[in-house]
């Protein structure tokens, strides 16, 4: 090998020769000898450094290194606005994607609040409307215990008469929706609260399905008050239609009209201002039917006392003993057929005898075969006498009123013993008083 080295630096792998110019070792033993003696030699001109196997791949390490380094620090800032507008770019799309994540968390926050107070004002306006018709219940059975035919309860005062035809069980009424196991508290702070003194069946309920189930019993409970008020408004109604017929129909078999009857009794004492009435459409159909009632009542009231001039009570008390009837018999005296214009009825000797009706006494005393008489005239033609009579106890031109006694039993003029002769006559004829006193029985749940 020459010992020429090119003018730039390289690096050549060779076998160097010893230094004292002698061939190298040849065979087998000089294998090892130039294994060790291998190197690199790096050289200039007559300068020339050799390097170890080590040290070379050291060095070409280290300039590979530098040499990536410089390509990686050249690529940085060629392209370091690009990537820093990325970085930048994606650093605000994941901003702009939690705020945008936030802000939907906020929505929903707001939605469920929203949800939450809608659902507290809805059951606060239930409750408002229902604490509304709660009093409204409460003043219709204020109402409905003024009526002169109830009692303190609301319900209608129990009578002995016996049902006339048409009347309906009137049904018992709560004066308050108050009775109801349920109670209102007003709610304090936008909280509507419900208190029960009796838990409802399978425990409290808490939340808003709790609520809306005690609204609900509440509701049902207020429902079953109304009803209740209703039914005893519609059965009022009716029994008072009922008994209005009853009467006219009794008065029309007895041949009598209605509109003729006088009105005993003193005038009402009513008065006042007019005021017009304000019906509020929640209460409008109550008001009407209680006035549709109350009209009915007022007839009903009219009817009765114009009966108070009807002569269908019996003129003696107790039992009464017929010895006689009306129309066509034997007489007692004669023994021939003779038309008998009363009714003849047996008692005692003093017993009082009483006014069938109220009317005003046209005679008394003496009269023929009536013996001691007494005679009312009940005005629209309607008149009765009451004959041998032991005494009298009443006036001519007195006013005499139903159930007064106006003299004693007796047996004076045409009689065969202690006995009342009693008459009803109708425009001055006598008629059978048997029609009058059976009218009585039919009327006997209304006078």
Known sequence: MSDRVPSQYRGEHHRSRPAD????????????????????????????????????????????????????????????????????????????????RIADLRAQVDRLASRQLLDQEQYEQKLEQLVRRESLLESRAAAL????????????????RPPIAGDKPIPSLKP?????????????????????????????????????????HLQGSLDRVEASQQSMLNTLEENYDAKARHIRRVI????????????????????????????????????????????????????????????????????????????????????????????????????????????TVTHTGWSGGYGKMVEIDHGNGLSTRYGHLSSIDVEVGQTVRIGQVIGRLGSTGRSTGPHLHYETRVDGEAVDPQRFLRAGLRLGGVI
């Open 176 to 216: 308050s929706p108050i009775n109801d196991p349920i109670i209102l508290t007003a709610p304090p702070d936008r909280e509507a609260r419900l208190e029960l003194r009796a838990p409802p069946a399978g425990g409290s309920r808490t939340g808003g399905s709790g609520i809306a189930a005690t609204l609900a």
């Open 145 to 160: 215990s003024g009526l002169p035919d109830q009692m303190a309860t609301g319900s209608i005062r129990p009578t002995n």
């Open 21 to 100: 110019g002698r061939a190298p070792p040849r065979g087998p033993g000089a294998r090892h000898q130039l294994k060790t003696s291998a190197a690199y030699t790096l050289g200039h001109g007559a300068r020339q450094v050799r390097l170890g196997p080590t040290a070379f791949w050291t060095i070409v390490g280290a300039l590979v290194v530098m040499t990536a380094w410089s390509l990686g620090t050249a690529s940085y800032f060629a392209f370091r606005e690009d990537l820093l507008t990325r970085l930048i770019s994606r650093q605000a799309q994941m901003q702009y994607g939690y705020e945008d």
């Open 252 to 359: 029309g078999d007895l041949g009598l009209e209605v509109g003729k009857l006088p009105v005993g009794g003193a005038p009402r004492a009513v008065g006042g201002p007019f005021v017009p009435a304000k019906l509020t459409p929640e209460n409008a159909a109550f008001e009407r039917q209680l006035l549709r009632i109350s009209a009915a009542r007022g007839q009903v009231d009219r009817l009765t006392r114009a009966l108070a001039t009807v002569p269908v009570r019996k003129p003696v008390p107790g039992e009464i003993d017929t010895t006689s009837g009306f129309g066509m018999r034997v007489d007692p005296f004669l023994h021939i057929p003779a038309m008998h214009t009363g009714l003849d009825f047996r008692g005692e000797m003093g017993e009082p005898i009483r006014a069938t009706a109220a009317g």
